[in-house]
């Protein structure tokens, strides 16, 4: 046990002096950025939009989320009364650096969430 401990300490150190020790205590936004970390550095949570259309969707259990486009955020969004600006790509286009364009872009109704082991908004239980 002790010698698999020291490796593990071992490993840690020789990562963290080689380079990002964050990408195993962190999850990459839809641009493959690093939450938590220089321009997300104050967006520590990873959080999935909802999709468009289901904004409009009054049963909580028919809406779904857009598991493909994951955002950073500041907070986890603890209400409906939040919006959140998601990407939503224009007939399946791939994000790049000109995924920047408005078009691209909407403001997206936020769901309740919550904090899950530090890195993830977790979906209300209604999900």
Not at 27 to 47: I, Q, S, V
Not at 76 to 91: A, D, K, M, R, V
Request: net charge neutral; aromatic share 12%.
């Amino acid at each position: 046990y002790l010698l698999l401990l020291a490796g593990s300490v071992w490993i840690s150190i020789e990562s963290n002096k080689v380079g990002k020790l964050g990408v195993l205590t962190t999850l990459p936004d839809l641009e493959g950025k690093l939450c938590g970390f220089g321009l997300n550095r104050n967006k520590p949570y990873l959080y999935f939009c909802m999709q468009k259309e289901s904004q409009w969707i009054m049963d909580e259990h028919s809406k779904s989320l857009d598991v493909t486009s994951p955002i950073c955020v500041q907070f986890c969004p603890q209400s409906w009364n939040t919006s959140s600006y998601c990407y939503q790509g224009i007939n399946g286009t791939e994000v790049n650096e000109s995924s920047k364009s408005p078009e691209e872009w909407a403001w997206i109704q936020n769901y309740p969430s919550r904090p899950f082991i530090g890195m993830l908004c977790r979906p209300h239980k209604a999900y």
